[in-house]
């Protein structure tokens, strides 16, 4: 009997174990930093951030999280030098995820939002590196993700900077806000039907696409996303117009009814923003979690090595269950790091960095750059934080978490390699 026949049972359990473990993490950290700014912001509460989450994190992830995925994730490493030996890949993703899932673990208790495709790619690069051959990483995409953190928190930083000025511009420092908001908020009503819907058709629902065969240019998204801009836009204006300027109080260092009214609207936008964000998130980061544990049991039932394998049900509700886990027993951390502790944020603040964050996702994918949410969205916090001047930031928490995203490939990688030696000195 070969050795993944004799410790199938064992295998399949120590996966599903390490499975959940790191979807809890990415629901405590990378899930929770999507709500942080909802919750920050105060459009939504802590409780309804969590069951908003939940409901649309879980639907993504179920629903659309795809049937097949790439048995090694993002082609990071190649496993065709694995063909022989088809028992390190065991080894290797039980590290993977165990290595990932700790590192997400510590950083979810330090209140750190990293991200956890990072986490996971570090873990794949360190056990492959030093458990198989450094010729069998793919370094040139290692460093396309590398460069990611530069780019990615630049362009949300940019993009939320200038969309909160407009708002500024146009809306805030007038003298009638609330009619210049009805006025304008249709525009960006267009922009949130219009950039959403990119993400839903780019990450959202890409692996459903896939697996009926439909397949749409970026020009045939972009041309959906219009028609359901206008769409949003058109409905915007019939509810708007209902909308009447209420006499509110005024709240303590606010500004009274002026501002509350105008931030009423943007509270509803951000609902519908979040929402999207995190059918797109739930889609797309599941596979985190999923990718290896689904690589290990196409191994248990082959004993080869496949480029891709099928992704049965129960693998993604297990990928689903652990992400809702998560946030729910221990998201509120790095929720208060987003929403809180970088700078202070109100609805209108929060719907530029969510739908700055959108854009990036949007236009990254236009020219085939990875990206991170987790990156995005601090770069988007930062960018609204900066129109109102470098002293509305706390640095010390921005310097904190930028330490805290280069830690994240080497802690993750370090982690493989020590679980990597372990399994293999284990089993071997």
């Not at 793919?138 to 200038?162: D, M, T, Y």
């Not at 359901?228 to 260092?253: M, N, Q, T, Y």
């Not at 923003?273 to 082959?302: E, R, W």
């Not at 988007?380 to 930031?393: C, W, Y």
């Amino acid at each position: 009997m070969s050795l993944i026949a004799e410790n199938y049972q064992i295998f399949l359990i120590l996966a599903c174990i390490f499975g959940v473990f790191m979807a809890w993490g990415i629901g405590a950290n990378d899930v929770a930093n999507a709500m942080g700014t909802s919750v920050g912001s105060k459009a939504l509460t802590i409780r309804q951030a969590i069951i908003v989450a939940m409901l649309f994190e879980f639907a993504g992830a179920y629903l659309a999280g795809g049937e097949v995925t790439s048995t090694i994730r993002k082609g990071i490493i190649d496993p065709s030098l694995l063909v022989d030996a088809p028992e390190y890949l065991i080894y290797g993703m039980l590290s993977a995820l165990l290595a990932a899932g700790t590192w997400l673990l510590i950083a979810s208790i330090m209140g750190w939002p990293v991200s956890t495709t990072h986490s996971i790619v570090g873990a794949i690069v360190g056990f492959a590196a030093v458990g198989i051959s450094v010729e069998a990483v793919a370094w040139a995409k290692v460093g396309k993700i590398v460069a990611s953190w530069v780019v990615s928190p630049l362009l949300a930083g940019s993009i939320s900077f200038l969309l909160f000025r407009s708002v500024q511009v146009l809306i805030l420092d007038t003298e009638n806000p609330f009619q210049r908001a009805k006025r304008y908020i249709p525009i960006y009503m267009f922009a949130v039907g219009f950039l959403i819907t990119m993400v839903t058709l780019i990450k959202g629902l890409k692996h459903v696409f896939k697996d009926i065969g439909i397949s749409f240019s970026f020009i045939e998204q972009a041309g959906i996303a219009v028609v359901i801009g206008l769409l949003v836009s058109g409905i915007g204006i019939f509810f708007l117009a209902k909308i009447k300027e209420e006499s509110l109080p005024v709240k303590e260092g606010g500004h009274g009814s002026r501002f509350a009214n105008v931030e009423k609207v943007f509270a509803v936008l951000m609902v519908f923003t979040a929402c999207a964000m995190a059918f797109a998130h739930g889609s797309n980061d599941v596979a985190n979690a999923v990718g290896p544990l689904a690589a290990i049991y196409g191994v248990l039932k082959t004993e080869t090595i496949a480029a891709k394998t099928a992704m049965p049900g129960w693998i993604l509700l297990v990928g689903g269950v652990g992400i809702i886990l998560g946030l729910a027993t221990y998201g509120w951390k790095v929720i208060a790091t987003i929403g809180k502790k970088i700078t202070e944020l109100t609805p209108s603040r929060g719907f530029a960095a969510e739908l700055g964050a959108a854009g990036t996702v949007v236009l990254a994918s236009g020219f085939g750059l990875p990206v991170s949410t987790t990156h995005t969205l601090v770069g988007a916090v930062l960018g609204v934080g900066l129109a109102r001047g470098i002293g509305a930031l706390n640095l010390r928490v921005i310097g904190t978490i930028f330490l805290s995203w280069i830690v994240t490939l080497p802690a993750g990688a370090g982690l493989a390699i020590l679980f990597f030696f372990f399994f293999k000195g284990l089993f071997s």
